[in-house]
């Protein structure tokens, strides 16, 4: 699977968009990009995967670059809740998450 | 989603000593894993549960330190053997449902050995 790079923290203001960098520009055809977060002491939470559309559920919206070499996931209305370490995995056909150090993002009040 | 719950959810124990961890899902799911948290670190996968069979362990760990067992397609444990503070870390069980395929995490459990 290919890897992937993330700031190491963001900081994002409460009520503001918190937009996360993933870049991954060894990604495969058929590699899927997933994010999930985890927030302290519980077990990750998925949020949202996506293949080459931009894709967008209930919790965020992930936007993924043309040549799929690059991501963003966007949370629309950043709360104190959503402090947590977000993690952006490129997934292929096998089951395997492999999880790098993540994004940990800060929302202050 | 699949409701995932682990027991216990945290335990501190000594070394030399074997803890088992129970992973209990809800809903039918096809594959069944154990990942480990050490800490400050980001998750590392153990092991796949297969049902009826030994389970696939990842490089770097072995079946007589992290006997798995499935003897059903909802419930999995794992034990974690002679223990060390080496050892000292969450362990999550993770799923993926038959549902959508997608793949959940229990809540962890929490283990210091000292």
């Known amino acids: 699977d290919a890897k992937t790079t993330q700031p190491p923290s963001m900081d994002c203001a409460e009520g503001r968009a918190a937009n996360l960098p993933c870049n991954h520009s060894?990604?495969?055809?058929?590699?899927?990009v997933y994010w999930y977060r985890q927030i302290h002491s519980q077990g990750p939470q998925y949020i949202i995967h996506?293949?080459?559309n931009n894709e967008t559920n209930e919790m965020a919206s992930l936007i993924i670059t043309e040549d799929r070499k690059s991501s963003t996931l966007i949370l629309p209305h950043a709360t104190l809740r959503d402090t947590a370490v977000y993690y952006c995995?490129?997934?292929?056909?096998?089951?395997?998450?492999?999880f790098g150090k993540g994004t940990l993002l800060t929302v202050n009040p | 989603s699949a409701v995932i719950s682990q027991k216990p959810s945290r335990d501190i124990c000594q070394r030399g000593t074997s803890l088992t961890i129970q992973c209990q899902v809800d809903?039918?799911?096809?594959?069944m894993f154990w990942y480990r948290q050490q800490p400050g670190q980001s998750l590392t996968l153990i092991a796949t549960?297969?049902?009826?069979?030994?389970?696939?362990?990842e490089s770097g760990f072995v079946i007589d330190k992290f006997p798995i067992s499935r003897p059903n397609l909802t419930f999995s444990t794992l034990t974690v053997s002679n223990m060390s503070p080496e050892d000292s870390s969450i362990y999550l069980c993770?799923?993926?449902?038959?549902?959508?395929?997608?793949?959940?995490f229990g809540p962890g459990t929490r283990l210091t050995v000292t």
């Open positions: 993770s799923v993926i449902t038959v549902e959508n395929y997608e793949q959940y």
């Open positions: 060894t990604i495969s055809g058929n590699e899927y």
């Open positions: 996506g293949l080459k």
């Open positions: 995995i490129v997934k292929g056909s096998n089951y395997k998450l492999t």
């Open positions: 809903s039918q799911v096809t594959m």
């Open positions: 549960a297969n049902q009826g069979s030994e389970a696939t362990y």
